[in-house]
């Protein structure tokens, strides 16, 4: 998909620097990757301790010591 932004010379500058390349769409490419990727790490980290995996923990010990 083709889009067309504005996007300020130095904060792209700096990507480019930081991303080690010279093409503008890898280094945009990159940073919306790592973006999303961050997100999802951060969705995920909420969810510790909220999911209900079915066994209490001394069940889980139990099963362990079962073999």
Do not use: C
């Not at 904060?11 to 999802?40: M, S």
């Amino acid at each position: 998909m083709r889009t067309l932004i504005d996007i300020q010379d130095d904060l792209l500058q700096e990507l480019l620097k930081e991303a080690h390349t010279g093409i503008k769409k890898e280094a945009i490419v990159l940073a919306i990757k790592t973006f999303l990727d961050v997100r999802r790490r951060e969705k995920l980290a909420s969810l510790i301790g909220k999911y209900e995996f079915g066994y209490s923990l001394e069940e889980l010990e139990e099963m362990r010591e079962d073999g």
